[in-house]
């Protein structure tokens, strides 16, 4: 018997504003202190809104959005909170338990 497996795109699956927000919020639990991680999840999150709508909704460049929102990128902080807001998020804050 021969498996056949998939690639998981996290992308495809982000339909809603109510799946990209629980999605972001399990991510930022998992990822403790490893910014790659969040910074790909951000990335996930932009690629399933279509990054070129997201490159116009911030004002970056879609290149510039592919790099700073990949495992490898490092995005500013002023870049997440662009791209946040772009995608009708904000964060919250709550006492750590």
């Avoid at 927000?21 to 932009?46: H, M, P, Q, T, W």
């Avoid at 879609?62 to 902080?77: H, I, Q, T, V, W």
Wanted: hydrophobic content about 45%; aromatic content about 6%.
């Amino acid at each position: 018997m021969t498996l056949k497996l998939t690639s998981w795109d996290s992308a495809a699956h982000l339909r809603s504003p109510e799946d990209i927000a629980l999605y972001l919020d399990a991510c930022l639990e998992e990822a403790g202190d490893d910014v790659e991680f969040i910074a790909k999840a951000l990335g996930n999150i932009a690629r399933s809104h279509g990054m070129t709508q997201l490159a116009n909704d911030t004002g970056l460049g879609r290149e510039s959005l592919y790099k700073a929102l990949s495992a490898d990128g490092n995005p500013s902080f002023a870049t997440v909170l662009k791209v946040m807001r772009a995608l009708g998020l904000q964060f919250r804050v709550k006492v750590a338990a």
